[in-house]
């Protein structure tokens, strides 16, 4: 099994999922403001001097490599040789907060702002920096310029009240929220962050209403369902916040965040009465400026705006450098970024104690697995796996790997465990079947190959598997066809499931059938070189050698495997002799 760091982050992103339209009004939108894009990349007016350009030039070029240091030492250069760049600046700026240099970004971010008093983005900069370093006068002072200057700046008003929150004025922060929603009353975060805001004054009654609203723009959204939930245990109603968190469960039955939740209030009165106490001791429901940044950082990272999503979540972790949670998402967009070895940094960061834990090494294993290290990923698996024992999705991803570095030993002791741990579910069946096969124990595959389908009729890579092996073993060949018949009734346009009919005519002596069933495989699966090889015997046998040839040339471009590749050569030295005899 191989996991995406995408696909991890994916998960958690799901609360945010569908509940703000991205195109729509009230989104993140790139809106220009004095020629500079604000919600994306700024732009950088090119550099005056010969020297500011190449050093400038060498910056984009390294960072578009993912050498981040290298691009700092060039921005530092250009910014030396054109220091009335304010674009520049700004680059310099988000480079130092990416690598957790903030003092440095700050003094960048202000001259910044000096060259271009209407720069909205410098501002921002200059605001999300103050307030990470504490200085939350400046923070505010910057969100209202920056609000004064745009005035449907969603980001400046979403911080502004968090900040408001922070120092406990929320009234002051339900007005901008207000301000927000007057101006877009489809503001989704508007309304449930003044939720949020009055949760936190203790006004629950107030804090439902903002809920409700929010839940009117997007029923599903767990972003509010989570805090509709919290809601009812701090109102003591558990049965309410149970419905919630089953109803959450439905669409994301792995939510540890609602299981634990439901572990508390199924475990009786006083156990609830402890949980009220500890919620409101973490002020769970508190609105902060690294609590918005975060899910806006998250807002980034889902609609694939990955620089501005590290920036946010870096600038976070200035302010809280124990935020584990954040420090797990940044090392998931530095995985997009494919910058792996400032992902693992962050990942090995993630302490044991964190519910981040074992999903920071899942993350640093496939990471690993990709630069095909395969001892640093099973260590990172196995460690995982310690804390999760019996978790077939770690083990099935520990079997993928074994099985990349061809230790079938311990891939099929591993899937032999999966199996008896669950026996009845077919896809561990296929998976060891398919490893026995690998270790040329052809008889055991055939076995587990036909409980797969015993337990699943329907299991068609488990029909096409048999009844490919019998093809290629030249054996059972009416059996052999009526399997993967079977599998192409249920994938009717599987290129692989073609092959092995193909396959089945070949070994029949049924060329021109096999021919027909061959050349509709390549079409659908053009870039596997064992069906072009197929296609390639095919011709040879039915007299086509010059399409043979281009069929046994095109497989060796495609071919990876040693075996393959000389067999391959040996066939392409025979068809020459073959080819001499026919013209004679």
Known sequence: MKIAGCLSLAVITSVLVGCWNMHGPGALQSVSINGRPFGGTPTVDIPHSAYAMGAYLKAQIAADNGQRAEALKNYESAVKYDPHNAGLRVQLAN???????????????????????????????????????????????????????????????????????KQGDYGRAEQIFHRLIALDRTSFLGYYYAGRVMVAAKNYSAAEGYYQKALALNPQSQLVLLDLAVLRELQDRPKDAIDIYQKILQTDAHNETVRKRLAELYGGDNKFREAIAQLQRQEQLETNPADTRTKIGLLYFERGDFERAATEFNLVLGA????????????????????????????????????????????????????????????????????????????????????????????????????????????????????????????????????????????????????????????????????????????????FYIDSLGWVYYQRGQYQKAVDQLERAVNLTSSDPTITEHLGDAYVKIGKFRDARQEYQDALRKAQEPDQIHRLKHKLAELGTGEEHARH
Do not use: C, W
């Open 320 to 495: 809280q450098p124990a935020n584990y949670r954040v420090r797990y998402y940044l090392g998931t967009v530095y995985t997009e970024l494919d910058e792996n070895d400032e992902a693992i940094d962050q990942f090995r960061q993630i302490p044991e104690t964190d519910d981040h834990y074992v999903e920071s090494r899942l993350q640093m294993a496939y990471l690993y697995d990709k630069r095909s290290e395969y001892d640093n990923a099973l260590a990172n698996l196995k460690d995982a796996l310690r804390r999760k024992p019996g978790d077939t999705e770690i083990m099935g991803f520990m079997v993928g790997v074994y099985q990349e570095k061809k230790d079938y030993t311990n891939a099929i002791a591993l899937a032999q465990k999966m199996v008896q741990l669950q026996p009845r579910d077919d896809k561990f069946h296929f998976t060891l079947g398919a490893l026995y096969d690998e270790n040329h124990q052809k008889d055991l595959s055939a076995a587990e190959m036909r409980k797969a389908i015993e337990l699943n009729p329907s299991n068609a890579p488990a029909l096409n598997y048999l009844g490919y092996s019998y093809a290629e073993a030249g054996k059972h060949l009416d059996e052999a066809e009526r399997l993967i018949r079977r599998a192409l009734d249920i994938e009717p346009e599987d290129g």
């Open 95 to 165: 480079l130092y907060i990416r690598a957790g240099r903030l003092k440095d970004a700050l003094p960048q971010a202000r001259a910044a702002e000096a060259l271009d008093p209407g720069y909205v983005g410098a501002r921002l900069l200059v605001a999300g920096i103050s307030s990470a370093l504490g200085d939350d006068a400046t923070a505010r002072r910057e969100y209202e310029k920056v609000i004064e200057l745009n005035p449907k700046s969603q980001e400046a008003y979403l911080f502004l009240g968090a900040t408001y929150a």
